[in-house]
Each structure stands twice: as C-alpha cells, then as structure tokens.
C-alpha cells in the first residue's frame, strides 16, 4: 500500500500494514518510493501520511477513542 507524505508530496510504501489500521500506533514503518535504488525503511508518523488522492487517514487508523 502506498500514501503521501503531506511534509514533502512524496509517496511512503507502507511496510507494515497492520500498524497503519491499529489506532494506539502513532508510527508506521515504511520507505519512501522514489529514485531507482530501494531505500532504508524508517518511521513514519501516521498523523503525517494521507491518501494519494489528498485525502486523510480513517479517524478509526488514528484516533484510539473514535467510539466516544
């Protein structure tokens, strides 16, 4: 899966998936997915990442208390 990085435009492939749906994660591995050589995965904060259509995160991915 593949989102944008709202600080720079560039697209994150998401290495660990199942960090990105649990809400008490604020931190996702990944690596950004430009140039020709594969680079070093790293930690993206989920508040940072959006959709590449512009759109944000499901509040449910996010937010621990979305229920209240």
């Known amino acids: 899966m593949y989102l944008k990085d709202n ?3 560039d697209m994150v492939e998401v290495l660990d998936t199942a960090a990105l749906f649990d809400p008490n994660q604020a931190s ?3 690596r950004y997915h430009a140039g020709e050589e594969m680079p070093e995965a790293q ?3 989920k508040a940072e ?3 590449p259509s512009g ?3 499901p509040r449910c ?3 621990p208390g ?3």
């Open 28 to 30: 996702l591995q990944g």
């Open 55 to 57: 759109e944000a995160l």
């Open 49 to 51: 990442l959006l959709f």
């Open 61 to 63: 991915w996010v937010d």
């Open 43 to 45: 930690s993206f904060a």
């Open 7 to 9: 600080s720079n435009g």
């Open 66 to 68: 979305y229920r209240n």
